[in-house]
């Protein structure tokens, strides 16, 4: 099972950081990512990382303001925010697969999202 948490409601041009955190172990082959969903919209793909090489991809609209990482000791990912603005408000989940992929069917487990608001 997977767990995120760290939301909050915070003004726009704070940060963040979000946790997602694993009951079992997270194997080498596995992509762990980052989605989100606002109200009345799609989920959408934020950022993803390859467990076994730390390789990440990231999503346009967040590339430079947001940085994914893991800690394979603790069997933890993160995602620090930076500079956020209100079309960041969204509940925010993350997910684990084996494909290389931004598609959220690619992800066959998920944790509770956690909410993030952005004020203006």
């Known amino acids: 099972q997977l767990q995120a948490s760290g939301g909050g409601l915070v003004q726009a041009g704070s940060s963040l950081r979000l946790s997602c955190s694993g009951s079992?172990?997270?194997?080498?082959?596995?992509?762990m990512a980052w989605f989100r969903q606002a109200p009345g919209k799609e989920r959408e793909f934020v950022a993803l990382i390859r467990w076994s090489t730390s390789r990440t991809l990231y999503a346009d609209s967040v590339k430079g303001r947001f940085t994914i990482s893991k800690d394979g000791a603790q069997n933890m990912m993160s995602l620090q925010m930076s500079n956020l603005e209100p079309e960041d408000t969204a509940v925010y989940y993350c997910a684990r697969g084996i494909q290389w992929s931004s598609q959220p069917a690619d992800y066959n487990y998920w944790g509770k999202g956690t909410q993030v608001t952005v004020s203006s």
């Open positions: 079992g172990r997270i194997y080498s082959s596995a992509v």
